[in-house]
């Protein structure tokens, strides 16, 4: 009698537990399909600007169209698009990428993100931004500045046989033109790549600084280096 009355009262328990498993099963697979799709929206430019607002001005930047007049992540204008590597690169034949979105040269590094995730919650963040140069770019994956442009990716036609930039070939990539920007007439200055080439606003030949130069022909767009450093001086003015 004690029997049958253990197997009729174990019965609900059995039936329960059968009826949580698919309840548990459905809850992980909304959260695995819930995260793969954050994962997706966390990989597109969109997604840079959609919680904080000084990055507005790099999306909109990013999505000019290409070759056209525009203006760069301060509200100045640029008389070509093409001179901010943001806007020339989101579809490009020059790399081994023909489309780069933010999070191709922005790698998603957690302790980065956390670190800025912590200045949005807490306030502490600049705007505009302080613009950031190849070390900054390259710190967290410790890898040299012009790893940053020169890498398996990108550029890799640049990198020598040490897996970083050779500056000979730098040199030979452009020396068809009448003034070849990257020939090294100073043996001992080793200039970043993000020293000329910038991303969000118009690029300079920094050459300009200590140069004259007046009969260099500057790339559609690009600035002098006096000029790169008026827009600088106005942009941080306030």
């Not at 009826?19 to 966390?42: D, N, T």
């Not at 957690?110 to 070390?135: A, F, K």
Request: glycine share 8%.
């Amino acid at each position: 009698m004690s029997e049958e009355k253990q197997t009729t009262e174990g019965q609900p328990s059995e039936k329960r537990k059968s009826k949580k498993l698919p309840i548990i099963a459905a809850v992980v697979v909304v959260i695995a399909v819930a995260g793969i799709g954050f994962w997706s929206w966390h990989e597109t430019p969109g997604f840079c600007a959609a919680f904080c607002h000084n990055m507005d001005q790099y999306l909109e930047g990013y999505e000019q169209e290409q070759g056209v007049a525009g203006v760069d992540k301060y509200g100045n204008e640029v008389s070509n698009t093409n001179a901010m590597m943001a806007t020339m690169h989101r579809n490009t034949k020059a790399t081994a990428m023909p489309e780069i979105r933010c999070m191709g040269c922005h790698h998603a590094i957690i302790g980065e993100q956390i670190s800025e995730g912590i200045g949005w919650v807490t306030g502490n963040y600049l705007d505009p931004l302080d613009e950031r140069v190849g070390e900054h770019l390259t710190s967290w994956w410790n890898e040299p500045a012009n790893n940053f442009c020169a890498n398996a990716n990108c550029h890799v036609y640049l990198l020598g046989d040490d897996g970083v930039l050779s500056y000979d070939k730098l040199e030979a990539s452009t020396k068809s033109r009448e003034f070849n920007p990257h020939e090294r007439h100073h043996e001992n200055l080793a200039l970043e790549c993000t020293s000329c080439h910038k991303g969000h606003r118009a690029s300079t030949i920094v050459c300009t600084g200590c140069h004259q130069h007046e009969n260099v022909q500057l790339p559609d767009g690009w600035v002098t280096y006096a000029e790169s450093q008026a827009l600088m001086k106005e942009a941080f003015a306030a």
